[in-house]
C-alpha cells in the first residue's frame, strides 16, 4: 500500500469539508508581517561529516562558560553537577521527562518525585509542594493565578526587585485574564516600600529573594503588611543555592514559595530546559496547580506512590480545573533531586557557603578598581556593580578579553538611562582565584 | 414550617421566607462517594438558576453544585472546609452549603417536591 498522506485531492477534500479556499486563508489571524512570503533560503542537504562540519564551526562561535572566567547569572547560574546525576538519570526506567499518563505503573518515577517534593518543601521551609512546573518565571505567573483564587481577589504587585524576565512572564499571563498587574519600577537600591501599596484588594504580592540586583531583605514585616491586609506574599527564588545558607522564605511567613531549580543539577543549556519549584502552605494545596505525588500503601498494607489530588486537575475538573498545567519538569526534577540528595543538608550548606565566601572575595576585589562601586550592602552570589560607563560597553570589552564579566542590567530592561551603568555580577563554587585574578585585570584594563 | 423542594441535578433546598438553605441530597451523596473537599462561594456573590454556586469533590470525581435559584448568597457553611465527610454523614442537615436570599421567589415552581424527587430517581437509578 502507498502511503500518500497529503495528495492534492485530500488537500481539496478538507479544505472543501471545512469551507476554507486554500491554506493560506487558514492563517488570516497571523499578522501578515510575521508570515513568511517564501520558503526560507536554507542550503542543500549535505552528508553527516558535512553538517558535523559546520555545526562545529557554528560551536566555535560561542564562548562557553566552562571554558573561560564566567560571571553570569541573572536567573541562570553556572555550578558543578556531579557526574552520577548524568548517569543515573539516563537509566531506562527514569529517562523520560513526561508525566506517566498510567502513574502507578511507574513507582520509581513516582517515588523520586514524592523524594522530590519533600526536598522543595524543606529548603523552602514549606508544608507541601508539588512535583515541579515548567521553570521558575511560569511557577511565579502560576502563584499569582493562585493567590487570587484563594483571596477572591485581582490585584497583585510585583516587586522592583523581581527578575524582568518573570514579571514579564506575570504580565503576559495577565493580558488576556480578568486579573490586575501592578508592577512597581526597576528597584536596585533596594529601597522601595512594597508593603505600604497593599490594600483590601491585592491578592498577593511578589517579591525576589535574594532580588534581582542581589539584595537580601528579611520578608518577615512584608508578611506581616500583607496578611494584614488578607493578601499573601509570593517569595520567588532564582538562584536556589541561596537557600542552603539564608533564611527560608517558610521561616519568614511566605503562603507561596516558587524557585527556578537550574542551579542544582540542571546544567546551563541557552535558557533551558529548565525546572519551577513550587511550595505553599497544606490549608492552600486544593488551590495549588500541578501534580502531586503522595504516598500510601497498598490493600496488603504495603508502601507505595500514587498522583493524588487529582480532581483538581484538567482530566477530571476539566475547565474548572485548577490551572492548566497538566505536565511537569520530570526529568530535571529528577536531577535536581539526585543532586541534592548526593550534597545532603551538610553539603547543601557547605554548597551554599562556598558560593557566597566566592561572591564575597570577588565584589572586595571589583569594589577596589577605580570607578566602580558595588551597590549592595548584603548579597548571595551575585551583587551589582555600578559602573563608570555602559554596562554593555565594558561587557563587550571584557568579551573580547575572555572574560564572561556578568550581565549588564540593561540587557533585560533596555532604555531605561538609570539602568545603564549597573551591571549584574555573579560567583560560585567554581570560581578559580584565577578566574578572579583575569577578571579584576581586564576591568582595570578596560575602564582605564 | 420549611418547604424543601429538589433539583434535577441531586439539589434540594429548604425556603424559609425569603431565604433557601441548599444542600446535595442523600442520592448524590452516596453516588459521589467519600466527599474529601468543598469549594464554596463568597459571601455577597450572586448566583443565577441553574448557575455553578459550589463545587464538590469526592475521591471519584469533582463535580458543580448548581442554584436550584437565583440569589445572593448569604451564608455558607465553613464547617465543610474543615469536615467535608459531613456532606456523606448527613446531607439533609449538617452538610448544608450555602443559604441564599432568593431573587425571584416564582423560580421555585419548577422545582420537584419530595414525591416527585423521589419518583424521579427510582426512573434515573
Known sequence: MRYLPLTPEDRSAMLAAIGARSIDELFIDVPKSARLAALVDLPPHQGEIEVERAFQDFARANLSPFSTPCFL???????????????LIQRGEFLTSYTPYQPEISQGTLQALFEFQTLVALITGMEVANASMYDGASATAEAVLMANRVTRREKSILSGGLHPHYRETVETYARYGDFVIESLPPDPEAKEDVASRIDGDTACVVVQYPGFFGHLRDLAPLAEAAHAKGALLVVVVTEVVALGLVETPGAMGADIVVAEGQSIGVPLGFGGPYLGLF????????????????????ADGRPGYVLTLSTREQHIRREKATSNICTNSGLCALAFTIHLTLLGEAGFARLARLNHEAACALADRLARVKGVRVINDSFFNEFTLALPRPAIEVVDALVDAGVLAGVPVARLSPNQPLLERLLLVAASELTTEADMDVYVAALAGVLA | MATRKFTRDHEWIDIDGDVATVGI????????????????PAVGKRVTRGGEAAVVESVKAASEVYAPVGGTVVAVNDGLTAEPATVNADPFGAGWFLRLKLADPSELDGLMDEAAYRAFVAETA
Do not use: C, K, N, S
Open chain 2, 25 to 40: 441530597t442523600d442520592y448524590a451523596q452516596e453516588q459521589l462517594g467519600d466527599v474529601v473537599y468543598v469549594e464554596l
Open chain 1, 279 to 298: 511550595a505553599t502552605r497544606e490549608r492552600f494545596v486544593r488551590q495549588m496547580p500541578g501534580r502531586l505525588a503522595g504516598a500510601t500503601v497498598d
Open chain 1, 73 to 87: 547569572g541573572a536567573g541562570a547560574y553556572r555550578h558543578h553537577i556531579p557526574a552520577a546525576v548524568d548517569a
